[in-house]
């Protein structure tokens, strides 16, 4: 889940190689934490948070594949 | 390739001489091909493209996001004028629709952004469809939308569509938009709203 989302972070930013996600384990849901470029956030969040939620879908129906919960954390 | 050569070589020659010989043949093509790599790498950030973002293929970044997403798959694809169309079939069908439809929304929007960056009218839109769900869908909308425009024709009271995307929405107004005395209207804040059929008041 970790690798889904760097990889969609890095096709959507300036900076690729300032794509920093982190991976915490809990008992029934895993919190995905994504670290992009300052001058990217805006690119991972999309207007009115459209490419959030897209990028939230995409990695809850991943995680419901493997009978596990998802949520993705964009860190400023 | 050159390292593969070398060996080759080595051991088809027997006399230590010859072979030492060889070796040293296979260390310069490697260091040849060494300073080659960097030139190939160098070609690829400038791909000619105005905003200097080399353009992603489609096809590769649907490829890698299923890959990473677990799925098995297989996918068809079509070009036409106004975008590509790619329908993907496998075991996974449900899990990609999402509730909704919601998943393979997701997918054809990130998608269409990687690739389009943040221009508004690209040249080739995507269109993403699994086992043929929106096409289906598309049809059930329509039969919906009808039955309920000859519904409030019948009646005079309004009738209420439950949330819909863009596009579904779409679908409502293209069917209705030549009805006699129905007219539509979406209600609501954000991505997903309601459509609101109700009698035409100018008559």
Request: charged share 35%; hydrophobic share 35%; glycine share 8%.
């Amino acid at each position: 889940m970790k690798e889904l989302v760097a990889y969609m972070a890095r096709e959507l930013v300036d900076f690729p190689e300032q794509v920093e996600v982190r991976e915490i384990e809990g008992e029934k849901t895993t919190v995905v934490e994504l670290k992009v470029a300052k001058d990217d956030i805006g690119k991972v969040i999309g207007r009115q948070g459209k490419t959030a939620r897209a990028m939230r879908s995409i990695l809850s129906a991943t995680a419901m594949k493997q009978g596990k919960r998802a949520m993705l954390e964009i860190l400023e | 390739m050159a390292w593969f050569f070398g060996s080759k070589n080595k051991d088809e020659v027997n006399s230590g001489e010859e072979s030492s010989q060889t070796i040293e043949k296979a260390e310069e093509k490697t260091d040849d091909s060494a300073a080659a790599f960097p030139c190939a790498l160098e070609e690829k950030p400038g791909s000619g493209f105005p905003s200097g973002k080399p353009q992603k293929s489609p096809d590769d970044i649907l490829k890698n996001l299923l890959d990473l997403m677990g799925v098995e798959y297989a996918i068809s694809r079509e070009e036409t004028d106004d975008g590509i169309h790619f329908n993907i079939s496998g075991e996974y069908e449900a899990l990609l629709i999402g509730k909704m439809g919601q998943t393979l929304d997701a997918l054809e929007y990130l998608i269409g952004k990687i690739c389009h960056g943040g221009r508004e009218a690209p040249e080739k839109r995507i269109f993403l469809d699994v086992g043929n769900y929106r096409k289906k869908r598309e049809e059930k909308i329509v039969f919906l939308a009808r039955k309920l425009a000859s519904r409030v024709a019948d009646h005079g009271r309004p009738e209420i569509i439950k949330p819909m995307s863009p596009m579904e929405r779409k679908i409502v107004h293209m069917t209705l938009r030549d009805h006699p005395c129905v007219e539509t209207k979406s209600e609501g804040e954000g991505f997903y709203k309601e459509i609101v059929l109700s009698y035409k008041k100018s008559l």
